[in-house]
């Protein structure tokens, strides 16, 4: 529809509504517009709208004269006033103001996603799958003066002649500030003035010293208020009622910073699907909300024995081997999952186990070791290793018998931690026992570890061991942060949730409900897993692994390729061809190559489990997509269900990504299959759209 820039129109319901901006108005490009307009748009009912002042009584003549001539309809006039208020229209004003803003959303989209692959690297330093830019509402003068009189409805009262400063925090509300003053004091009088400020650094200084009684404030988008809440916080600003934020994701707004009072919001927008996985992409600088792109072409990694194999002696995966029971998958802890997670209890049953503890205890326990700190309810257990103190030496004591204001500990101290993740309760155990003025000496035994990296332990490693402190260390599998390495199950679950989709299937119930508790020991790990196969002649197990255990534990071979891939993403004396890390300017995928190499289908699903969802966006790659799809083929047409549900499950969760062809051939593929699997996947979103 043609719009000059003074007029912002729309047609809803067959009624043509019509908003004429603050400013000048033209009598003759009115005309020009209705004459463009009644070509193609044939209304029953004209309604236009305009601020108080911007058209005169003999330009209203003439604007009805000229919509009766074209549209052949009357026209309905509504004024607002200078508090943004329609008067004895409000309601109709009200209604059409929201459907405007809805208009200009829906036709601007201010939700800008990166280029597949990619994600956006905030000023602040974060990453994201999206960012908003409010600048794109304001192309022209009369969709920027809608919004400003939005902006003076939400201030209402407060936005009176005390106001002495609006303060902004992008550049681009300049204008939108300027066009609100005039609607709400004229063009006569001389209004507040516009400060801005940086969102991400600048606020403290600019707000530090602000009069907030004579203040107001627009935040130009957020996904959550927390900018908000650390201005409210962090400055002497302390009244949310007078910030409006122009538009905004988090529907809750900002309860937790104002339990009372809601900030104000012009329009919440409606998020469309973004990457999960974005903060694992190379990412695109922006610079306020100006950015450049410069794709490389990807690099695809594929696992070489040779080099990788080194690495898994960190596993000791023989005697990994006899652990298992120790060991489960998607484990729940509290509210969170863990993808890998190691019961301590079980592991100090583990005659392995608790030979090494025991000799590594005689042999590096202090002497003049006092008190053994047991993290965990396992003192019964720990007691029969600690005989070479002699009875009644040591006093066993828990972490939180640390924080006694009364305890003195003159000697040594041992820490027996059988398992850990991040590490935080050892550092939290460290700070207490510091405390202790005649403390002499700190031995920590770990157990199995799940730490991110092996970088990340060695950090750990090193924060505990000060002066003569040690650390000694059974094993640990460094998979990557849990949330990511668990992120399948995660999607897995709310999939299964649905009950127009997989959540209907009688099948998965058991499943959705392991899920759902956070239980998914070995072979449930993966769907099926019992069907899957793992045959003699692994090279990663290569002589690490006398013999295959029967059958071959899920978790364990998870754990391998955790540990793999998360090696490759972090290790940096690999060869460049080698690394999986991602380059900020290029993408770096895990080649298809891998699931061809090693074609047993429990290394394939344990490999499509592992891997990030970044690296296995093929959503641009033609070659890796169409490897992806003969792939899945394949799999379909011998009736290999288990892998079948596995790669339809990371399709349709969008962990996995192929190009548009390839994906429409898959959904051809399983529509015209009468594989159990395929037909639930049938009944998805993913798998019942069309690409267009």
């Not at 192309?139 to 609006?166: N, Q, Y």
């Not at 409210?232 to 600003?237: D, E, Q």
């Not at 050892?426 to 026992?433: I, Y």
Request: proline content about 4%; overall charge neutral; charged content about 25%.
């Amino acid at each position: 529809m043609f719009q000059p820039h003074n007029i912002f129109a729309f047609e809803d319901n067959l009624i043509l509504h019509v908003y004429v901006a603050t400013g000048d108005f033209s009598v003759t490009e009115f005309t020009d517009f209705a004459d463009r307009v009644s070509l193609h748009c044939v209304p029953r009912a004209v309604k236009v709208l305009y601020p108080k002042g911007s058209i005169g009584v003999t330009q209203l003549k003439n604007v009805t004269k000229q919509i009766k001539a074209r549209f052949r309809c009357d026209a309905s006039f509504y004024c607002f006033d200078q508090n943004g208020h329609g008067g004895a229209d409000e309601a109709t004003a009200g209604k059409f103001l929201e459907k405007a803003r809805d208009e200009i959303i829906r036709q601007r989209d201010p939700i800008l996603l990166p280029p597949p692959g990619k994600s956006f690297a905030k000023p602040s330093g974060a990453q994201a799958g999206f960012f908003i830019q409010a600048s794109n509402l304001f192309i022209r003068h009369a969709e920027m003066s809608l919004f400003a009189l939005l902006l003076v409805r939400e201030w209402g009262d407060e936005f009176d002649e005390s106001i002495k400063t609006v303060y902004v925090d992008t550049i681009d509300l300049y204008g939108l500030v300027s066009l609100a003053c005039r609607i709400r004091f004229g063009n006569g009088k001389h209004g507040p003035i516009t400060v801005s400020y940086s969102s991400y650094s600048g606020y403290k200084e600019v707000l530090k010293h602000a009069d907030v009684s004579s203040s107001l404030m627009v935040i130009s988008a957020t996904t959550s208020h927390k900018l908000l809440r650390k201005i409210l916080t962090r400055t002497r600003w302390k009244a949310v009622d007078r910030v409006v934020t122009i538009l905004d994701l988090d529907e809750s707004l900002c309860t937790s910073a104002c339990e009372k009072e809601k900030a104000k919001v012009i329009s919440h927008l409606r998020l469309r699907e973004v990457q999960p996985h974005s903060e694992l992409l190379p990412s695109i600088r922006l610079s306020g909300e100006k950015f450049s792109v410069e794709v490389d072409d990807p690099k695809s990694v594929v696992l070489n024995t040779q080099d990788h194999a080194i690495c898994l002696k960190h596993l000791k995966l023989d005697i990994l081997t006899e652990m298992v029971p120790a060991l489960s998958g998607y484990a729940k802890m509290g509210s969170d999952r863990a993808p890998i997670h190691v019961h301590a209890e079980i592991l100090l049953k583990c005659n392995k186990f608790k030979v090494w503890l025991k000799e590594q205890i005689e042999k590096y326990a202090p002497a003049s070791t006092s008190h053994v700190v047991c993290m965990g309810e396992f003192k019964d257990q720990i007691a029969p290793l600690l005989e070479i103190f002699g009875s009644g030496t040591v006093t066993m004591l828990s972490p939180e018998q640390l924080r006694d204001p009364e305890l003195k500990i003159v000697g040594s101290v041992i820490v027996i931690c059988p398992s850990f993740t991040k590490g935080t309760k050892l550092l939290e155990v460290s700070r207490d026992l510091r405390k202790q003025k005649y403390l002499k000496n700190i031995v920590y035994f770990s157990g199995v570890g799940t730490p991110e990296s092996l970088a990340e332990f060695k950090k750990l490693k090193q924060n505990l061991e000060h002066g003569t402190y040690q650390v000694r260390s059974f094993c640990n599998v460094c998979t990557g942060r849990p949330e990511s390495l668990g992120l399948s199950w995660k999607l897995e679950q709310e999939l299964l949730r649905d009950e127009e989709g997989l959540g209907a299937v009688e099948e998965l119930r058991k499943r959705a409900e392991n899920l759902e508790n956070g239980v998914l020991n070995d072979n449930e790990l993966f769907y099926d897993g019992p069907k899957l196969e793992l045959h003699q002649g692994f090279k990663y197990w290569e002589g690490l692994v006398k013999e295959y255990p029967s059958p071959v534990p899920s978790i364990l071979l998870f754990a391998t390729f955790s540990f793999l891939l998360q090696n490759a993403r972090t290790e940096s004396n690999l060869p460049e061809k080698d690394k999986l890390a991602p380059l900020p300017n290029r993408r770096v995928l895990l080649d298809p190559e891998n699931f061809f190499r090693y074609n047993d289908s429990l290394i394939q699903v344990a490999i499509l489990r592992a891997a990030f969802p970044g690296e296995l966006d093929f959503s641009d790659h033609d070659s890796h997509s169409s490897s992806m799809y003969y792939l899945i083929e394949r799999a379909v047409k011998v009736g290999d269900g288990p892998v079948v549900y596995e790669f339809l499950l990371a399709l349709a969760t969008n962990r996995l990504r192929l190009v548009r062809n390839e994906t429409e051939k898959i959904r051809e593929l399983i529509r015209s299959s009468e594989m159990k699997e395929c037909r639930w996947f049938k009944t998805t979103k993913f798998f019942r759209e069309t690409v267009k």
